[in-house]
């Protein structure tokens, strides 16, 4: 069962946006943290930024000023709006789930590992 579904990536020059959505499916009775995490060939997988069910954010400090996490909860989606993108951002995005935690766990080293819940991914690529 796909119970995290991105939506948003695609090909874009430096300086442009774009926006990333992510339909989840999974429930937590004690709130939950999800986030966005990316991963370029060769290089391990990275958060970008992360939000919890209070609406509690962070990000990562190579995307502050630059990105916007959100969420809406009637529809539950939450988003990443990306703005100046750069061609360092160019990478396979993920969103991610689990139950409540830290928010700050999301830009933790190795914190993509205390995530169980993932979707497919979304390529995004970022020309100069």
């Known amino acids: 069962q796909v119970q995290l579904v991105e939506s948003g990536g695609g090909s874009v020059q430096a300086g442009e946006s774009l926006t990333l959505s992510c339909e989840v499916s999974?429930?937590?009775?004690?709130?939950?943290?999800m986030g966005w995490f990316r991963q370029a060939p060769g290089k391990e997988r990275e958060g970008v930024a992360g939000?919890?069910?209070?609406?509690?954010?962070v990000y990562a400090d190579s995307v502050k000023g630059r990105f916007t996490i959100s969420k809406d909860g009637t529809k539950n989606i939450m988003y990443l709006q990306m703005n100046s993108l750069k061609p360092e951002d160019s990478a396979m995005y993920y969103c991610?789930?689990?139950?409540?935690?830290?928010?700050?766990?999301?830009?933790?080293?190795?914190?993509?590992?205390?995530?169980?819940?993932w979707g497919q991914g979304t390529q995004v690529t970022v020309s100069s």
């Open positions: 991610a789930i689990d139950g409540f935690r830290p928010v700050s766990m999301v830009v933790a080293l190795n914190g993509a590992n205390a995530f169980d819940y």
């Open positions: 999974v429930h937590f009775d004690n709130g939950y943290c």
């Open positions: 939000i919890d069910s209070n609406g509690m954010t």
